[in-house]
């Protein structure tokens, strides 16, 4: 498997196996502290492209002042053996200054979309994700961008970037991927304690507890929002940010569920601010 450092050769590799028999090309853009969430990702590309490219950048500029990016998890070898293991053709692994170079004064803002769920909660944090995908994307060239529904307000903020800019990747999303116990898989995970990983299982139970009630008829975005909040408020180790239910392309509230409505949340434990969500389906 082999590792590229930058954008040309990336676009190189990419444009090479596109023209050796037309061959299709995923990317999986990633931070890396890479985990089942990512194989997942990898997986669904292989399944679909003929070749896959996975990048690892910790990306600064969706990263407060005050947030973790000094300290985000960063373990390299073990996420190439990860990558390799799941069939992943090429590593994309650049430098901050390959990405952002000197001088350069172009950023992308995704007007509303920025400003919602966790943009509201983390100014500057969906231009930071929406420029470097945005980077990623005019690099490789992919057919296929695949992305976890984790993310669903990262999601959004992308396909409305791919829309609006017509660009010919096709944003796929893939389910979230949860340990046995219901916590869905984060790379922030490894920053809690064993008291505070008992404690974030609450947000998955809050996601099933609304999601039992829309199951059962319930339609009121104020009653299945109470549902999910009670849960969360029962456990004095989580510190809410935002519960919410939303149009999940505008991410603005909505009154009423209706079928594809997200639920989404986010919150503190201890110091590490986890998310979650579910897509409303009926059953």
């Known amino acids: 498997m082999e590792i590229l450092r930058t954008c040309a050769e990336l676009r190189e590799w990419s444009r090479y196996e596109r023209n050796d028999g037309g061959n299709t090309i995923g990317l999986v853009p990633t931070m890396g502290a890479l985990h089942q969430g990512h194989a997942s990702l990898i997986r669904a590309s292989r399944a679909s492209v003929g070749f896959t490219a996975v990048s690892i950048f910790v990306n600064p500029t969706q990263f407060g002042p005050n947030e973790d990016f000094a300290r985000y998890p960063r373990s390299f070898d073990a996420d190439c053996a990860l990558a390799k293991a799941e069939g992943a053709d090429v590593i994309f692994a650049p430098s901050v200054d390959e990405m952002y170079p000197a001088g350069g004064a172009m950023s992308i803002e995704i007007e509303g979309l920025s400003h919602r769920l966790d943009g509201k909660s983390r100014p500057g944090h969906f231009r930071g994700v929406a420029t470097v995908v945005a980077k990623l994307l005019i690099a ?116 009423s569920a209706a079928p594809g409505s997200l639920l989404a949340m986010a919150a503190w434990v201890g110091t590490t601010r986890l998310i979650d969500n579910a897509v409303l389906i009926p059953a």
Request: charged content about 25%; proline content about 3%.
């Open 140 to 255: 490789s060239e992919a057919d296929r961008a695949f992305f976890g529904q984790k993310d669903a307000a990262q999601v959004a903020v992308l396909r409305r970037l791919a829309a609006d800019l017509r660009v010919a990747t096709e944003i796929v999303v893939c389910p979230i991927v949860r340990d046995p116990d219901g916590l869905a898989l984060s790379s922030r995970n490894v920053y809690l304690s064993t008291e505070e990983r008992l404690s974030a299982l609450a947000l998955s139970r809050a996601i099933r507890n609304a999601e039992a009630q829309f199951t059962a008829g319930e339609r009121r975005a104020e009653a299945l929002l109470t549902a999910a909040r009670s849960i969360l408020a029962a456990e004095p180790g989580v510190r809410v940010d935002y519960v919410e239910l939303v149009d999940w392309a505008t991410l603005l509230p909505v009154e």
